[in-house]
């Protein structure tokens, strides 16, 4: 089994009965911030995957507010809380919109893909913040979910919709790392680099890209359902620019090297902001900027080249003693 | 021989001016074509329109038969057309190896899959070998940036061939190659190629390269083609001589090795006037 996974995966696998033992071990607050964190690391993945083909997506945060909202309509049109059903509804409706939106935007790169994607996504804000039926900006709550009809309560509900939390952010993971390495994952690299030799090596850009888009669409959904579920609310500000931009924040702070450090850099993220609240509560957006600048100054391949520059040290220290052994 | 590609009437004008016009060629299997021409006489423009690039005002083109004038370049691909550029198209920012890896991938998936691994040992060894039937496998490792012309322009071909075309298209092989390099540099593609059975059509300002690789010879000027035969006629036809190669130029300077070789200054002239 273990030749069919590479050390992303493994990885991965090991880190999910980790991730469920914290539930039980460290403080609730701290378990909160990495229940939400994996939401939007799942969005942050789909910002990644797009990253990886040279296109950035300031529009993320629609699927991310789409698969919310339609796990949250479900639950209030049609009386439907379980877990399983309404993340059903998310996948869905990201699919109808993605596969759609694809056709438009596969034909765009650069800075146009960025305003397209940005454009869709206030389209979808403007939208729900005028929408009485659904709160408007204030948006409206969901209940607690369901599992297969077994309606767990207090913290039982909360360490379920955790542990499905947990497995669903490492199955997507894992997926994923598969898609990058799959021939549409090299397709979509080759494409950042030169679309036109991707062309004239006989395969469709604008078909991988598009796949990409409603793949990463999907992730974000699931990402969506799993958030609202977890604080119990949506609004518009899911797909509101600000929440965009946080992705690709991420996405940049991390860095594309791997499928691991999106996720590791939204609960970064997460705990920069709460620190930067706590130490300066009407600048802290000062404090993430200048994180941001620093990163991009000092890492401009985000936290994971860290972890890539210092395997290829060790590499090299290791060969070099190699050669002075005169193997 | 069989005819693979036919070309009819074929014409692309840019507003009002003509960038080919009433161009007919046609290539055998197995045939190695040179095309000669001044710069804006219609050559990359040619092989733009027959590899997609470009859709020709008018005319046809024909492969195996088969009209295929006005397909996307991913399908004339597909069919067996390849080419490489003048200015090498490569992904720079990565190694040799992983460019011939992403041709390779490209070239062996038939339809999009998303969860197989792309890549695999017996294919980084077809990599390889690819490399180095073009003798550039000690590169593999290397980023495309750190590469000299030379090196860049063989990936670039070595990249083309990865399909297996049975016609293959190659603006200007020997550009950015130094002079006293370029025979030596076609000796190793031509050979490389040999091995496949491609119909290679080539697109060359040095004269002496025409010579001496390419059996027949096609001369474009303004668009049209002026001549179109076997090597040595063509080189010593009065209007090629008079509007693409220039009067100065004299033949199997290449070829013959008593004869006193080309001044570097008539070299670069030969073709390019």
Known sequence: MTKSLDRTELGLIIALPLLICIAFVLPKWIVNYVQVSMGTGLVALGVMIQMRSGLVSFGQGLYFCVGGYAAGMGAKFMGISDLFVLLAFGIIAALILSVSLGFLLRRYREIFYAMLSLAVSMILFGLLSSTEELGSTDGFNLPTATYLGWAPEGETARLTLYTITCFAVIACAITLNRFLKSPIGYVNEAIRENELRVEYLGTSAHKAVHITYVLAAVVSAIGGVLWALALGHVDPEMTNWTTSGQFVFVSILSGVGNIAAPLIGTFILEIIRVYAVEISPNTWQMILGTVMLLTIIFLPKGLWSLITSKKKSTKEKLDASASVAGE | ?273
């Open chain 2, 1 to 273: 021989m069989t005819t693979i590609l036919e070309t009819r009437n074929l014409e692309r004008t840019f507003g009002a001016v003509y960038a080919a016009k009433d161009v007919n060629i046609s290539i055998d299997a197995g045939e190695v074509l040179g095309v000669i021409g001044s710069n804006g006489a219609g050559k990359t423009t040619f092989v733009n329109m027959v590899t997609g690039y470009l859709t020709p005002s008018a005319g046809e083109i024909l492969y195996r038969g088969k009209n295929i004038t006005g397909l996307p370049t991913r399908d004339i691909t597909k069919l067996g057309i390849c080419r490489s550029f003048q200015i090498p198209q490569l992904f720079p920012e990565l190694p040799v190896i992983e460019n011939m890896l992403i041709a390779l991938t490209i070239a062996n998936q038939d339809r999009p899959i998303l969860f197989r691994p792309a890549i695999n040992p017996s294919l980084e060894e077809e990599a390889l070998s690819l490399l180095s039937r073009f003798r550039i496998d000690q590169y593999a490792d290397q980023e495309i940036t750190t590469l000299p012309q030379g090196v860049r322009k063989l990936v670039d071909i070595a990249m083309a061939t990865v399909a297996e075309p049975d016609l293959l298209f190659l603006d200007e092989p020997t550009s950015g190659v130094s002079g006293d390099e370029k025979m030596d540099f076609m000796r190793v593609l031509i050979d490389a190629l040999k091995s496949t059975e491609t119909a290679v059509l080539f697109i060359e300002h040095d004269m002496e390269i025409v010579e001496a690789f390419s059996p027949r010879c096609v001369a474009f000027y303004e668009g049209t083609t002026l001549a179109d035969g076997p090597t040595a006629e063509v080189l010593e036809d009065q209007k090629v001589r008079e509007f693409v190669i220039g009067s100065e130029f004299h033949r199997s300077t290449a070829n013959d090795p008593k004869s006193k070789p080309a001044s570097k200054a008539q070299r670069s002239n030969k073709g390019t006037q």
